[in-house]
């Protein structure tokens, strides 16, 4: 079975200070697809990224940045000088290339950033 | 026009009674599925269809059936809805990659 952990429920920074959110997840199987969305306080739900596990490179996309590391299982965002703009609760989420190409989630972690 | 819409967006029901939650995409992706949003625990797949006429359980299909009858649309039906039941419920659509897009969400709440 497939699982998927955020161990923060909750992160409270200053804004500009680095924050990293954490996801770590469990799959027997050897392809998979790895993802984080946003969700704003507005409530949709906001594509952020999608990694294949055959591709281990790092990713930086602007102020954020994602690093999948196969050998510890994690699959951790990172962004850099937070804004206010950012306080959401951010989902991690697996999927093993099966059939229905179902997502499991974690269960989020809500990110507040103060001004 | 959005791609993928819910309706209603919000209702409030009593413990006992049927709901329908409706989802409409103008994507034409094949894959549709329905999950539930509650604290701590995520989102968690209700059932989900790979055509029309053709669903699946998910993790948490106790209590809810579902229909799709044409590619377009997907209803998710609580035949006799619980307090447990309250939460808000995602619609969303994926065609050949399994990156959702994901609808804006329906908030339920059964008294």
């Known amino acids: 079975a497939q699982k998927v952990t955020q161990a923060q429920t909750e992160i409270s920074v200053v804004e500009k200070e680095d924050v990293t959110l954490d996801c770590v997840y469990e799959t027997r199987d050897t392809t998979y697809y790895l993802f984080w969305y946003k969700q704003p306080p507005s409530g949709e739900l906001v594509f952020l990224i999608r990694r294949n596990s055959f591709d281990e490179q790092n990713e930086i996309s602007g102020r954020y940045s994602w690093n999948f590391q196969k050998s510890t299982s994690s699959f951790n965002f990172t962004i850099t000088a937070s804004q206010v703009v950012d306080s959401a609760v951010y989902f991690c989420a697996l999927s093993d290339f099966n059939a229905g190409n179902m997502l499991t989630f974690g269960g989020g972690t809500r990110l507040m950033v103060k001004p | 026009d959005a791609g993928i819409t819910q309706s209603p967006r919000h209702k409030v029901t009593e413990t006992g009674t049927p709901v329908t939650l409706r989802c409409h995409q103008t994507?034409?992706?094949?894959?549709m599925y329905w999950y539930r949003q509650d604290p701590g625990h995520g989102l968690r797949l209700i059932h989900y269809?790979?055509?029309?006429?053709?669903?699946d359980k998910g993790e948490v299909s106790d209590g809810y059936s579902v229909s799709r009858s044409k590619t377009e649309d997907f209803l998710l039906t609580l035949e006799s809805a619980t307090s447990s039941q309250t939460s808000v419920y995602f619609c969303?659509?994926?065609?050949?990659?399994?990156?959702?897009?994901f609808g804006p969400g329906t908030r339920l709440t059964v008294t």
């Open positions: 969303a659509i994926s065609e050949s990659s399994p990156a959702h897009q």
């Open positions: 994507e034409n992706h094949r894959y």
């Open positions: 269809s790979y055509g029309v006429k053709d669903t």
